[in-house]
T-cell receptor, first 115, second 112 residues
Framework: GAVVSQHPSWVICKSGTSVKIECRSLDFQATTMFWYRQFPKQSLMLMATSNEGSKATYEQGVEKDKFLINHASLTLSTLTVTSAHPEDSSFYIC???????????FGDGTRLSIL | AQSVSQHNHHVILSEAASLELGCNYSYGGTVNLFWYVQYPGQHLQLLLKYFSGDPLVKGIKGFEAEFIKSKFSFNLRKPSVQWSDTAEYFCAARGGNTPLVFGKGTRLSVIA
């Protein structure tokens, strides 16, 4: 079945560091991918929609200069958290779905901890 | 705006009790509906989905959900819960090719 791979699974870094998270669709092409964030004991909140070959669409309240998204190919989207601070610590999850009546497939998520 | 609401924040049940978790959505047009489960420390898993056809959908692990269009609801049910069903349950919806929108989740605690 369709698989979405996310890397790394866990990042611990110092405040001020920029962190890049990769999301790949392994056996299907995804012109669109989605990035979600989940704070502890809360629901998934959509951050942005990543579009292959064009700019990402950000949800209200999400800083596009803070969370850089690049969708360079039909199987890869990256999310870069720039100059990360402790309040950016969260669980980041990417998702994509094949065309047609298919459920959305989720990566395993990246736990980001900023010290 | 599109939204999904889950009525119960935390549900506590004894083993073998029946479960029903409420979910209501606010969408115009065709809607696809989903229930996901997230076990402690793990990622999301799809329990079941509704796209069209029979409004009673059966999923994995004995779960089912019923789409009632007139009530804009997609409640999740299980006749007899087990301790291993302790998890967070998320209802989600999307229209067409839009991204999934999640409800706030319901924490289910099953006690022996």
């Amino acid at each position: 079945g369709a698989v979405v791979s996310q890397h790394p699974s866990w990042v611990i870094c110092k405040s001020g560091t920029s962190v890049k998270i990769e999301c790949r669709s392994l056996d299907f092409q995804a012109t669109t991918m989605f990035w979600y964030r989940q704070f502890p004991k809360q629901s998934l909140m959509l951050m942005a929609t990543s579009n292959e070959g064009s700019k990402a669409t950000y949800e209200q309240g999400v800083e596009k200069d803070k969370f850089l998204i690049n969708h360079a190919s039909l199987t890869l989207s990256t999310l870069t958290v720039t100059s990360a601070h402790p309040e950016d610590s969260s669980f980041y999850i990417c998702s994509a779905y094949p065309q047609g009546h298919q459920p959305q497939h989720f990566g395993d998520g990246t736990r980001l901890s900023i010290l | 705006a599109q939204s999904v609401s889950q009525h119960n924040h935390h549900v506590i049940l004894s083993e073998a009790a029946s479960l029903e978790l409420g979910c209501n959505y606010s969408y115009g047009g065709t809607v696809n509906l989903f229930w996901y489960v997230q076990y402690p420390g793990q990622h999301l898993q799809l329990l079941l989905k509704y796209f069209s056809g029979d409004p009673l959908v059966k999923g994995i692990k004995g779960f089912e959900a019923e789409f009632i269009k007139s009530k804009f609801s997609f409640n999740l049910r299980k006749p007899s819960v087990q301790w291993s069903d302790t998890a967070e349950y998320f209802c989600a919806a999307r229209g067409g090719n839009t991204p999934l929108v999640f409800g706030k989740g319901t924490r289910l605690s099953v006690i022996a």
